[in-house]
């Protein structure tokens, strides 16, 4: 039975492998684009915008967030439980304290965000609070914190920032060669129309591959926070039975939304809303049973 580090360990290089890949699926795609069209120009626009875009996301995201959940600021004299538990866990984390807020929904769930360790913040549902005794509620507290302690909002910055250049320059690239750029090019490079085809194809597909590095790269740091929070509280089956509970609530949350869920330790959306295609291509979470799974397979 594998023990919690050689969770995190395993989990961690993954993430490091995946963006390594991410790293030179990109160079490829942006030589090809550059190839066909005989020039860096547009790669070079293509991080620009994309950079400059998620800076700006990346800085107010969380008030951004917090606004679309409704969350409002709990102090400590309004819930000093909470805020005990979660001070507990900072302590022991080596982390400051970071706001917290209380989303006025039924749906047990919690997210964690903010753009650095001094500037975080953990929302967690009414519904969270009221359903989860407290061993449950601290596992899923240390799996928050541990979003935060692994910097994972800045980690996905940057695999945003990745997926928008391959998206941006593809768009540029399939612009250009509809204006009759790219086939100028061609034709004085003597490019061959095979080639030329496959540019096409890049363009077409290149956003849908960058998309789904994104979503394995998500899907692995969902894993590492889970193993890194049960090492913060050192009891793997607090947070399994709370991922179980929060998985089997059919509670439906009004600010579910698509821009959002992805912060979540779980889809917020419920029923037909969780099994609709479109919320379903776009999961960032691993299936929940494979996490239950893992969790109680782990040794402390």
Not at 254 to 276: C, D, K, M, W
């Amino acid at each position: 039975m594998p023990s919690i580090y050689k969770h995190s360990d395993s989990n961690n290089r993954k993430t490091w492998l995946l963006m390594t890949g991410f790293f030179v699926f990109i160079i490829a795609v942006g030589w090809l684009f550059s190839y066909l069209l005989n020039s860096s120009g547009i790669l070079i626009l293509a991080v620009v915008i994309s950079v400059l875009m998620s800076v700006a996301s990346y800085w107010y995201s969380d008030k951004i967030v917090l606004s679309m959940a409704r969350a409002r600021l709990t102090e400590k004299e309004d819930n000093p439980e909470l805020y005990r538990l979660v001070e507990n866990l900072c302590i022991t984390a080596g982390l400051p304290l970071p706001k917290i807020y209380i989303i006025n929904e039924q749906q047990p769930n919690a997210f964690a965000t903010g753009r650095d360790k001094n500037h975080s913040v953990i929302a967690v549902t009414q519904g969270l609070l009221e359903r989860l005794n407290k061993n449950e509620l601290e596992g899923v507290l240390a799996h928050e914190l541990s979003h935060i302690g692994n910097k994972d909002m800045l980690l996905s910055t940057m695999v945003v920032i990745l997926a928008g250049v391959v998206a941006i320059t593809s768009d540029l690239f399939m612009r250009a060669s509809f204006w009759g750029m790219a086939g100028r090019d061609r034709q004085e490079r003597g490019t061959d129309f095979i080639i030329f085809t496959a540019g096409i194809l890049a363009a077409i597909l290149a956003p849908l591959a960058a998309t789904l590095i994104k979503l394995a790269i998500s899907r692995k740091r969902e894993f590492l926070a889970d193993a890194d929070g049960v090492l913060l509280t050192r009891y793997p089956e607090g947070l399994a039975s709370a991922l179980e509970k929060i998985a089997g609530d059919t509670t439906p949350m009004a600010v579910a939304n698509t821009a959002t869920s992805h912060l979540y330790i779980e889809s917020p959306f419920r029923g037909e809303q969780q099994t609709n295609w479109f919320v379903k291509i776009f999961q960032t979470h691993p299936p929940m049973e494979e996490r239950i799974k893992v969790l109680r397979g782990m040794e402390i």
